[in-house]
């Protein structure tokens, strides 16, 4: 069994900053492909960044120049940091990993419960 943990979303002003964390933990062995996503109310979940075990990241372009992906393979966490924020940023934000598990060996995708960034004035 893995599990993902999201932490660090909230409220913010225009213009603010946050920064997202993804801790996973569980039986895993290795971990692929990071990325996190975002869900608007009404509106399917879009994906927003990416980052591969090697560090070669991907950004959608609604949030390139703002946004930063990371991870800290050590610690087997992923981060988002979010800057210059717009009310359009607001949203649930879910943390997606590829996971290759320990006893059994198996490949999973799994995802965080979500954490809530509310972009207001």
């Known amino acids: 069994q893995v599990q993902l943990v999201e932490s660090g979303g909230g409220l913010v002003q225009p213009g603010g900053s946050l920064r997202l964390s993804c801790a996973a933990s569980g039986s895993i062995f290795s971990i692929g492909v990071m990325g996190w996503y975002r869900q608007a109310p009404g509106k399917q979940r879009e994906l927003v960044a990416t980052i591969s075990s090697s560090g070669t990241t991907s950004v959608a372009d609604s949030v390139a120049g703002r946004f930063t992906i990371s991870r800290d393979n050590a610690k087997n966490t992923v981060y988002l940091q979010m800057n210059t924020l717009k009310p359009e940023d607001t949203a649930v934000y879910y943390c997606?990993?590829?996971?290759?598990?320990?006893?059994?060996?198996?490949?999973?995708?799994?995802w965080g419960q979500g954490t809530q960034v509310t972009v207001s004035s």
């Open positions: 997606n990993a590829f996971i290759i598990t320990k006893n059994p060996v198996k490949s999973v995708t799994s």
